[in-house]
């Protein structure tokens, strides 16, 4: 679900893993019709970044 919410609305992937001011910088960086590329780009990859945290923190434990 994140993931498709990634390639639709980059910046709201940023505030649903607790990343506000990326999600910030990320919306103004969509606003521009050429920014909305790297702004997803910039989306997905946080956010294998943030599911491979969660893996290592629960292999941790």
Do not use: E, H
């Not at 390639?7 to 910030?24: D, Q, V």
């Amino acid at each position: 679900m994140r993931l498709l919410i990634a390639l639709l609305l980059p910046w709201l992937t940023f505030f649903t893993i607790g990343r506000p001011i990326a999600g910030i910088i990320c919306l103004i960086l969509q606003l521009t019709l050429i920014g909305w590329l790297p702004a997803t780009l910039w989306a997905v990859y946080a956010l294998s970044q943030y599911n491979t945290d969660k893996k290592i923190q629960r292999s941790m434990r």
